[in-house]
């Protein structure tokens, strides 16, 4: 399906894609680059991106219904815990899981039965997902943490990270072909996942989803986009739409379609 692109450097993988939307570009064309200049994640947040990372990103023409677009990335993270779990031993895929909605981090332990503030510690971020509809086509744009960067300071994301050399993998093979290793796994994965979506929605998926989540059980606040606290309540899963389900204190159920989650 994939009819992938591989360059040195590019200023956005992202933008590769949206300029080939803007040109006509069927479905199935991924860019992979060993570093960008301009990388962006979520909500066009920078993402540094030095060599180290993969850093790719997928242009999709799906024809499914509007409701199922917010559901994609979540698809996504599935597709990339899958990929980054097939490359470490078993112990070590355990530990890997998705924060919803679009990271797949580390778990560094076991959660503590509190609400202790020391709990965010126990997680780092190995990789992110953005999903942008633009100009009636879907750009996917896919950042693993591989190997650290030369320089410690270039690291991608607001958030601690983790890189799968943590994990043992890359030791055998030199960097670019560790980095690819890693975007094939994620093409590979994907693929599949992509078409039951399109065929079905997200509804089948959200069982996989919910069981490597690593917020599923746990007491968290939401905000919006202005830090502003929206609701506390203890995750049960998602449901077809993607939506994060809580449990309030008042025992109603909430279903969130987007925000900032913070454990508490």
Known sequence: MFRLQVFESVDSTNEVIKR????????GLAIRAYRQTGG?????????????????????????????LPTLALVVAIAVRRALASLVMDDQARRICIK????????????????????????????????????GGICVGIGVNVEPPEDAMEVGGKNAPAYLADLGFGFTCEREAAINAVGDAV????????????????????????????LEGRFVRMANQ???????GTVRGVDASGRLLLR?????????????VHLL
């Open 100 to 135: 919803w909605p679009n990271d797949v981090v580390l778990v560094g332990g076991t959660f503590p039965q509190t609400t202790a503030p020391s709990i965010k510690s126990l997680y780092s971020k190995l990789a992110g997902i953005s999903s942008e509809v633009h100009a």
């Open 187 to 214: 093409l590979h994965e994907f693929e599949p996942l992509y078409r039951r979506w399109c065929d079905g929605g997200f509804a089948a998926l959200s069982g996989e989803f919910a069981e490597h989540s690593m």
């Open 20 to 27: 080939a939307i803007e040109d006509g570009e069927p479905e």
């Open 40 to 68: 962006y994640g979520r909500q066009g947040r920078a993402w540094k991106s030095p060599r180290g990372g993969m850093y790719e990103s997928i242009l999709l023409r799906p024809e499914v219904e509007m409701r199922e």
């Open 226 to 232: 202005l830090g502003e606290v929206v609701c506390e």
């Open 248 to 260: 309030l204190e008042d025992g109603e159920t909430k279903a969130v379609a987007s925000g900032e």
